[in-house]
């Protein structure tokens, strides 16, 4: 089992940048992989970018060319950058690791931080 912690959340103008961190509790290179997801008020939650253990990232459309999924193996921590970011990024976002198992894929979940894109 492993624990998320996300961290790097807050308050930024349309167009800035922020930067998110997930910290995990156990080894995640070769085992998890590893995503950020967001869930505005009233919506459902959605996917925003994954990363495979090898590295190969996917986006939501919402997000290509703006977002960066990127992982840190050693240090057990997955980082989301977002740039030119847009009032309608605003949500809580949760880091997620999926472990693939014969049953199925068992996903855990941080505990989310709140971004807020806002003038």
């Known amino acids: 089992q492993v624990q998320l912690v996300e961290s790097g959340g807050g308050l930024v103008q349309p167009g800035g940048s922020l930067g998110l961190s997930c910290a995990a509790s156990a080894s995640i290179s070769s085992r998890y992989a590893m995503g950020w997801y967001r869930q505005a008020p009233g919506k459902q939650r959605e996917l925003v970018a994954t990363i495979t253990t090898t590295g190969s990232a996917a986006y939501a459309d919402s997000v290509k060319g703006r977002f960066t999924i990127s992982r840190d193996n050693a240090k057990n921590t997955v980082y989301l950058q977002m740039n030119i970011l847009k009032p309608e990024d605003t949500a809580v976002y949760y880091c997620?690791?999926?472990?693939?198992?014969?049953?199925?894929?068992?996903?855990?979940w941080g505990q989310g931080t709140q971004v807020t894109v806002s003038s």
């Open positions: 997620n690791a999926a472990l693939t198992t014969s049953w199925g894929v068992v996903d855990y």
